[in-house]
């Protein structure tokens, strides 16, 4: 793999792939929408094999244009715009977005495209929570449910989204009216592989609803109060976290190098991965993981260990197989994840 275009380049996931591959010595285009951006500078300073280009997702020609002016071997899909949604407008730019890119990739000779997956897949669903499940079509009503963070409309366009990269990696078939004779497959060549990741916390990282990340921004002096701060839904961060048990945390630099790895290796086994960094989902736990790695934070918090429960329930969700086929586990401990992007909180103005 010599040269990478990541598609929504310049957000928390992009740009921390983007530092993972140029650290292996591959060539690195990110998308930005701005003409200047505050992260894409950041990554151009910090290696000269990544460069910033601005191009507009939602336009084909915009796109085109990137990958006429480079010659890229892969592709990673980071943009999710349906995450901040508030029209259904909004919610649908994923699908040209999309399109416009595994397109121009297929078109242009890419070899391998990597998206970036959820496990919202799963909203609704039972565990185990593995590569093998298949999904019913109707999203199940709990799906929907607060508790969950799984809106229903959020579960379906991760399967939607799912459908639609699945399909750029298979044969084109073609219609059912044409008779053999006539019939001409298109030659295909583009790989593609979908990388589902939990809950991501780590530089970057600004919608806060995460009570993991709202944490640690109280622990780097970001934020000045843990207690009662509005996480997702505008729930409370510690009566939201006591109910996260369930869901497992990524530092995002884990997920980073999965898309490495998923790049550049020589085969892909398989072409659905479940990532996850192992960390503890108890939430006592990953708390006590902060105060270790910034004790000086205990009195801003408004809470101790002891409000938060230290049970955890196991989905299934594990990175087994990615582990099985290309033998990576996380470089990092939970407080050392943690220590980590405080530091890099205290360094960096938002």
């Given at each position: 793999m010599e040269k990478?275009f990541?598609?929504g380049?310049?957000?928390?996931l992009?740009?921390a792939?983007?530092k993972a591959l140029?650290d292996?010595g591959v060539?690195?285009?990110?998308?930005?929408?701005?003409?200047r951006?505050e992260i894409?500078?950041?990554l151009?300073e910090?290696s000269?094999?990544?460069?910033?280009?601005?191009?507009e997702?939602?336009?084909?020609e915009?796109?085109?244009?990137?990958f006429?002016k480079h010659?890229?071997?892969?592709?990673?899909?980071?943009a999710?715009?349906?995450?901040y949604?508030?029209?259904?407008?909004k919610n649908n730019?994923?699908?040209?977005?999309?399109?416009?890119?595994f397109?121009?990739?297929r078109k242009?000779?890419?070899?391998?495209a990597?998206?970036?997956?959820?496990m919202a897949?799963?909203?609704?669903?039972?565990?185990?929570?593995?590569?093998t499940?298949t999904?019913?079509?109707?999203v199940?009503?709990?799906?929907?449910?607060?508790r969950?963070?799984m809106?229903t409309?959020e579960?379906?366009?991760?399967?939607?989204?799912?459908i639609?990269?699945?399909?750029y990696g298979?044969?084109f078939?073609?219609?059912?009216s044409i008779?053999p004779?006539?019939q001409?497959?298109?030659?295909h060549?583009?790989?593609t592989?979908?990388l589902?990741?939990?809950l991501?916390f780590g530089?970057?990282y600004q919608?806060?609803g995460?009570?993991?990340s709202?944490?640690?921004?109280?622990a780097?002096?970001?934020i000045?109060?843990?207690?009662?701060?509005?996480?997702y839904g505008g729930a409370p961060?510690e009566?939201?976290?006591a109910?996260l048990?369930?869901?497992?945390v990524?530092?995002?630099?884990?997920?980073?190098?999965?898309?490495r790895i998923?790049?550049t290796a020589?085969t892909?086994?398989n072409r659905?991965?479940?990532?996850?960094?192992?960390?503890?989902?108890?939430?006592?736990e990953?708390?006590?993981?902060?105060?270790r790695a910034?004790?000086?934070?205990a009195?801003?918090?408004?809470i101790t260990?002891e409000?938060?429960p230290?049970?955890?329930?196991d989905?299934?969700?594990?990175?087994d197989l990615?582990?099985?086929?290309?033998?990576?586990t996380?470089?990092?401990?939970?407080e050392?994840?943690?220590a980590?992007?405080i530091g890099?909180?205290?360094?960096?103005p938002?």
């Amino acid at each position: 793999m010599e040269k990478v275009f990541i598609a929504g380049g310049t957000g928390m996931l992009g740009a921390a792939a983007a530092k993972a591959l140029s650290d292996a010595g591959v060539k690195v285009v990110v998308s930005s929408r701005k003409d200047r951006d505050e992260i894409g500078e950041m990554l151009t300073e910090y290696s000269p094999l990544i460069e910033v280009e601005k191009v507009e997702l939602l336009d084909l020609e915009s796109v085109e244009a990137a990958f006429a002016k480079h010659a890229f071997d892969g592709m990673a899909v980071v943009a999710h715009t349906h995450q901040y949604a508030q029209t259904r407008d909004k919610n649908n730019e994923i699908y040209p977005i999309l399109i416009n890119c595994f397109e121009t990739a297929r078109k242009s000779g890419v070899k391998r495209a990597v998206m970036a997956g959820s496990m919202a897949v799963y909203g609704g669903l039972t565990p185990p929570l593995t590569e093998t499940v298949t999904f019913p079509p109707i999203v199940g009503a709990s799906a929907g449910a607060d508790r969950d963070m799984m809106k229903t409309f959020e579960v379906a366009t991760k399967r939607a989204i799912e459908i639609i990269v699945m399909d750029y990696g298979d044969d084109f078939q073609m219609g059912l009216s044409i008779p053999p004779g006539l019939q001409k497959p298109e030659p295909h060549e583009l790989e593609t592989v979908i990388l589902r990741a939990p809950l991501m916390f780590g530089p970057g990282y600004q919608a806060l609803g995460n009570p993991l990340s709202s944490a640690a921004h109280v622990a780097a002096g970001r934020i000045d109060r843990f207690q009662g701060f509005a996480a997702y839904g505008g729930a409370p961060a510690e009566a939201l976290w006591a109910s996260l048990s369930s869901i497992p945390v990524n530092y995002v630099k884990d997920n980073a190098e999965c898309i490495r790895i998923a790049l550049t290796a020589d085969t892909l086994p398989n072409r659905i991965y479940n990532i996850n960094s192992g960390f503890s989902r108890s939430p006592r736990e990953q708390f006590e993981a902060i105060l270790r790695a910034a004790p000086d934070s205990a009195d801003r918090m408004g809470i101790t260990p002891e409000d938060l429960p230290n049970e955890a329930v196991d989905l299934g969700f594990t990175g087994d197989l990615f582990e099985e086929d290309f033998g990576w586990t996380s470089s990092y401990s939970l407080e050392s994840a943690l220590a980590d992007y405080i530091g890099w909180l205290k360094d960096h103005p938002y």
